[in-house]
């Protein structure tokens, strides 16, 4: 397929060892700078993904991320991240890299090569029709997920792509491409820059919008955290005072009787 690889071309910058740190740091922010205007770009095809998502996770349906590297790994954060933010358990977002869960810490040589792979991975959660599939590869090229996103789409999967080259395989593969167009990364190719950024801000708007429209949030508050340390017991004893009017003890009474700022409201405001 003929696209330009937007992730490959060189960087604005050059002599990087003649620079000192400061310039090196300011340089860095400078092109870190356009990062998020490029997201905005791609608001419209978020917002698509979100509301075609969200009835078919209400349904049951789950999110799958699949990616390689460091796409493989922000997917992974995300979904590891929304059972103790949002109290949804483990298998409803899923994050899937190649090379399995050794890779999330070392690199696993030739894993993301692996076309048919992802699919594999996939069908070991039992996938079906109700569920989505995002693939993320800052090249779009990445075997494993262009695999995946293929072998999902075949069997009726609504499939999306997070991708920094548009046009790339990935992206006129998925049904709803979110390319992100971020630019020449400031170190020439080195996609954990910019083009990660970028992942990681689209991943936090998908999944963050998700569960506001399932109800997991009230107001502005995390209302179904899981109460795992002090902190967050902390944090939801004082969601529980501001909504209620009521002093730090009986908050905290409350909120360890019923397990989360939702249910404690609920019941004494239902009472």
Request: glycine share 10%; no cysteine.
């Amino acid at each position: 397929m003929d696209y330009k690889k937007i992730t490959e071309t060189p960087s604005n910058h050059d002599h990087l060892e003649l620079m000192d740190t400061a310039t090196i740091l300011q340089k860095m922010n400078e092109e870190d700078e356009k990062v998020a205007a490029a997201v905005k770009m791609t608001i419209p095809q978020i917002t698509r993904l979100v509301d075609e998502l969200t009835p078919r996770f209400e349904q049951g349906g789950r999110l799958f991320y699949i990616g390689a590297g460091t796409s493989g790994r922000l997917g992974i954060l995300d979904a590891s991240e929304i059972p103790p933010t949002f109290g949804m358990p483990h298998e409803r977002v899923v994050g899937l890299i190649a090379g399995g869960d050794t890779a999330i810490r070392k690199a696993v040589e030739n894993a993301e090569d692996a076309l048919e792979q992802a699919w594999l991975d996939l069908k070991e959660h039992e996938i079906t029709n109700n569920d989505v599939v995002v693939g993320i590869a800052a090249s779009g090229s990445t075997p494993y997920v262009v695999g995946g996103l293929t072998a999902a789409k075949a069997n009726g999967i609504l499939t999306a792509a997070i991708t920094n080259n548009p046009g790339s395989p990935i992206a006129t593969t998925a049904d709803i491409p979110i390319e992100i167009n971020v630019g020449p990364e400031f170190l020439t190719g080195s996609t954990r820059m910019k083009s990660g950024t970028s992942q990681k801000l689209v991943l936090n708007m998908i999944s963050t919008a998700l569960m506001i429209k399932i109800g997991r949030v009230k107001g502005n508050k995390m209302v179904n955290m899981q109460m795992s340390n002090d902190k967050l017991v902390d944090r939801g004893t004082r969601y529980i005072m501001e909504d209620l009017g009521i002093g730090y003890p009986e908050a905290e009474k409350l909120l360890k009787e019923y397990g989360s700022v939702k249910l404690a409201v609920e019941a004494v405001k239902g009472a």
